[in-house]
Structure formats: C-alpha cells, structure tokens
T-cell receptor
Framework: EDKVVQSPLSLVVHEGDTVTLNCSYEVTNFRSLLWYKQEKKAPTFLFMLTSSGIEKKSGRLSSILDKKELSSILNITATQTGDSAIYLCAGAPGSNTGKLIFGQGTTLQVKP | EAGVAQSPRYKIIEKRQSVAFWCNPISGHATLYWYQQILGQGPKLLIQFQNNGVVDDSQLPKDRFSAERLKGVDSTLKIQPAKLEDSAVYLC?????????FGPGTRLTVL
C-alpha cells in the first residue's frame, strides 16, 4: 500500500530560526513528490520534485529529494510568523497520472 | 486566471441528513479531484475524474457518497445519509498535468 509519512507532526520555533521538515515515501512506480503549504483550508503548491529535478529553491524555502532513501526535506530559513501553517508532502504514483498520496502534515508555528 | 471555486464554504447538518457540495475547476483543467480532510490528517482522495469519466473512486464510500461531473467541467459531491464521522473539510482540486490546484474547501460539521 502506498504511504507517505511526515515528521515531526508539529514544531514550534521563533522568528529567524531555520527549520527542516521531513517526508518519507513508499509509492508504487514513484513519479514525483510535491510539497504544499496549507493555511486555513486550501493547500497551495510549493514544489514538485522528480528524478530529473531533485532540488528546488524559492526564496527562503528549498527542498531536496533523496531517491536512494525515498525521502525529501523542506527547509525554511529565517522563518517568519507568516510561515506558520501545515506543510503537506504528497507522493505521486506512476500508475495513475495525477493521483497524490498525502502525508499527515507537519504543523509549524513560528512565534515572534 | 481564476482559481478553483467551491460552495458552500461551511455547512452544518444533523446525522442522517443529506448534503451536496459544488466545485468549478480552473478553466481548461481536464482532471478534477475530491478529497476528504479530517482534522489532523492529510487529504484523502475520494474520487478523480478525467473530463466526465471516473479514473479512481476506490476510496469513495459508495453506500453513502456519490459524485458526478456530467459535462466535464463542474462537479458535485453528495453525502446521503451523513454520519458523524463525515465531519471534515471537503477539498476540490483540478490539474492540467501533474500539479494540483486546490479550492478553498467546504467545512462540514455533522451533529
């Protein structure tokens, strides 16, 4: 059965700290791994990592895919209170174009 | 570009009642998804449409849940009758290729 596991489940840091969120996946015929940020209700897309694109960066956020360890990390540097959210990791199996298997999410709280 | 639209945003019903949610995807997106997200968990796929055909409904509780996308554009998800454990946020998403874009969701509370 396809499975995505995230850790830690929750994290509290102070503004300016650097955080690393972890995601491990067991996905049939793995095609890609996606990271989303969820504030209030709607998840918003952050990154997609594939075998041909294992590292992505946007501003203070960056993500790396480790194909050997079947895992990914999401780094946030110089955290701000606006980074407080649930961060979701999702694996895409090759058997179904479009289907995503989500992890349970990591709740990040950034204190002033 | 307009995002995924959903309505209503909130709904409170009593158990055994029925409820329906509506979703309008991003224009040109052939694939539409309905997810259920229970508090503290990640979204779980209920059903995936490609145009007006069902691609995956393996996790849809078909005894009480139904969904349709008759003209290959907007979609409705229905629950009848609702149970307490159906309390969740129901998210609709659409995609052209790989990246899914989510709507604001409907928070359902079943009393």
């Amino acid at each position: 059965e396809d499975k995505v596991v995230q850790s830690p489940l929750s994290l509290v840091v102070h503004e300016g700290d650097t955080v690393t969120l972890n995601c491990s996946y067991e996905v049939t015929n793995f095609r890609s791994l996606l990271w989303y940020k969820q504030e209030k209700k709607a998840p918003t897309f952050l990154f997609m990592l594939t075998s041909s694109g294992i590292e992505k960066k946007s501003g203070r956020l960056s993500s790396i895919l480790d194909k050997k360890e079947l895992s990914s990390i999401l780094n946030i540097t110089a955290t701000q209170t606006g980074d407080s959210a649930i961060y979701l990791c999702a694996g895409a199996p090759g058997s179904n174009t479009g289907k995503l298997i989500f992890g349970q999410g990591t709740t990040l709280q950034v204190k002033p | 570009e307009a995002g995924v639209a959903q309505s209503p945003r909130y709904k409170i019903i009593e158990k055994r009642q029925s409820v329906a949610f509506w979703c309008n995807p991003i224009s040109g997106h052939a694939t539409l998804y309905w997810y259920q997200q229970i508090l503290g968990q990640g979204p779980k796929l209920l059903i995936q449409f490609q145009n007006n055909g069902v691609v995956d409904d393996s996790q849809l509780p078909k005894d009480r849940f139904s969904a349709e996308r008759l003209k290959g554009v907007d979609s409705t998800l229905k629950i009848q009758p609702a149970k307490l454990e159906d309390s969740a946020v129901y998210l609709c998403a659409s995609s052209r290729v790989d990246t899914q874009y989510f709507g604001p969701g409907t928070r359902l509370t079943v009393l």
